[in-house]
């Protein structure tokens, strides 16, 4: 079967991989039917992670189950199925608290890679979420958002506690980024302020519900959210990209009693204890639960609700999957959608 492996940083390839089996009884086979690249595998393709020699790549996924191990109970062979970065066990004191990606039985959700045509899904019966019947063809990008960056934006709005009355700042006009604003308005805000400068990206953050836009950044970003809100800032921010300068901005555009969501994927992010003692800021966040929220997700999309896939901007075949990388990396594109 064809998959995608990251040599080195800007060396992507398409290849002849080994076909994945059933290795623990509660795994399940996946015939990957859409696959995408991440923001999160621009760091090491980037060289800003390290790269361990030849790595399999993609961690986000739709597909119909191939086959499943003798402990897996609810998913069957046959279903589609969205899954996610992690794979849980959903039963655990820390999953059923709603903390999935925390599971003290975590495994990566794609540990042979999801820019395959196939791919193994550990902890099958956690993990995956079927679909009650086989998708409208049209929803499938959709599905594959759910699977991240739409589960990793509304983790963000949730944990910004977004809601009826607030007003919600998004800080990062990426793919979740962007979802985070679709998020905040599907969750009743009443005002949200994405924060972009990038008129592609601002026109889909309009078309996701932002009711306003910021070009602004760093402190100078802070200084426009605060004016915007009558010197007070924002109730609730999602920081969506993981810097040290988007962490700040975030913090700096919170009103105090606020709250920030963080799920970009921090990178060398240093919070100053005694700033952050007077900001009266809550913060919380971290690597998105998205098993939390996925059943509710799938059936917002199977019910015409939301259209979250508008994200992929660009799709391409699997074995195109360099172009992906190369196009996102140039920011030439928002998000790369692969089709095995
Ligand atoms: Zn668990």
Request: glycine residues 12%; charged residues 20%; contains cysteine.
């Amino acid at each position: 079967m064809r998959g995608t492996v990251l040599y080195a940083p800007r060396d992507v390839r398409v290849e002849e991989r080994p076909y994945p089996t059933v290795e623990a009884p509660t795994d399940a086979v996946v015939r990957v039917t859409a696959t995408c690249v991440c923001g999160s595998d621009l760091w090491p393709y980037r060289g800003l992670d390290d790269v361990e020699g030849p790595s399999p790549m993609g961690h986000e996924y739709v597909g119909v189950v191939e086959e499943v191990g003798g402990e897996v109970r609810t998913i069957r062979p046959g279903q589609f199925v969205v899954g996610s970065f992690f794979a849980s066990d959903n039963t655990c004191e820390i999953c059923r608290a709603g903390y999935q990606s925390a599971c003290v039985h975590r495994q990566p959700g794609a540990p042979t890679g999801a820019q395959a045509e196939f791919t193994r899904v550990p902890l099958a019966d956690g993990t995956l979420v079927a679909t009650t019947a086989a998708p409208d063809p049209d929803q499938v990008p959709s599905l594959l958002a759910a699977s991240d960056v739409l589960g990793t934006g509304w983790f963000g709005a949730v944990a910004a506690e977004a809601g009826p009355g607030k007003t919600v700042v998004v800080v990062g006009d990426g793919a979740v980024g962007l979802l985070a604003v679709l998020a905040a308005r599907e969750l009743g805000a009443e005002r949200v302020i994405a924060m972009s400068r990038h008129p592609e990206r601002q026109r889909l953050a309009t078309a996701f519900g932002a009711t306003d836009l910021v070009t602004e950044r760093g402190a100078e970003g802070a200084d426009r959210i605060k004016e915007l809100t009558d010197g007070l800032g924002a109730h609730s921010v999602v920081e969506a990209v993981g810097t040290q300068q988007s962490m700040l901005q975030a913090i700096g555009s919170a009103r105090p009693g606020g709250h920030v969501g963080y799920v970009g994927v921090s990178h060398g992010v240093e919070l100053h204890g005694e700033r952050l003692f007077y900001t009266h800021v809550h913060l919380h966040g971290g690597p998105a639960p998205v098993r939390r929220f996925l059943p509710d997700l799938v059936d917002r999309i199977i019910d015409g609700r939301i259209d979250p896939g508008l994200v992929f901007d660009l799709q391409l075949p699997l074995d195109d999957a360099a172009e992906g990388y190369r196009a996102m990396d140039e920011r030439r594109a928002v998000k790369a959608l692969l089709w095995p």
